[in-house]
């Protein structure tokens, strides 16, 4: 994931350069509306030019099966 996010830049400012950043609490999110939700820490990659969210997954997707 880090070799690609390298390879990419910011649709706002064009920045190259992105920081790790993680949600204050962990989100509750399903991957099917009629399921429970489940618990999951979001992961966010923000741009340090402009504070752009560019990308956001979940660290362990295994935790919503």
Same mark, same amino acid.
């Given at each position: 994931? /880090?070799?690609?996010?390298?390879? *990419?830049?910011?649709? %706002?400012? +064009? +920045? !190259?350069?992105?920081? /790790?950043? %993680? #949600?204050? $609490?962990?989100?509750?999110?399903?991957?099917?509306?009629?399921?429970?939700? !489940?618990? #999951?820490?979001? *992961?966010?990659?923000?741009?340090? $030019?402009? +504070?752009? *969210?560019?990308?956001? %997954?979940?660290?362990?997707?295994?935790?919503?099966?």
């Amino acid at each position: 994931l /880090e070799a690609a996010m390298k390879s *990419i830049f910011c649709p %706002y400012c +064009g +920045g !190259k350069d992105f920081v /790790e950043a %993680y #949600a204050a $609490s962990i989100a509750s999110i399903s991957k099917n509306p009629s399921l429970s939700p !489940k618990k #999951a820490i979001i *992961i966010y990659k923000v741009c340090t $030019s402009c +504070g752009t *969210i560019a990308h956001l %997954y979940v660290r362990n997707p295994k935790d919503l099966l």
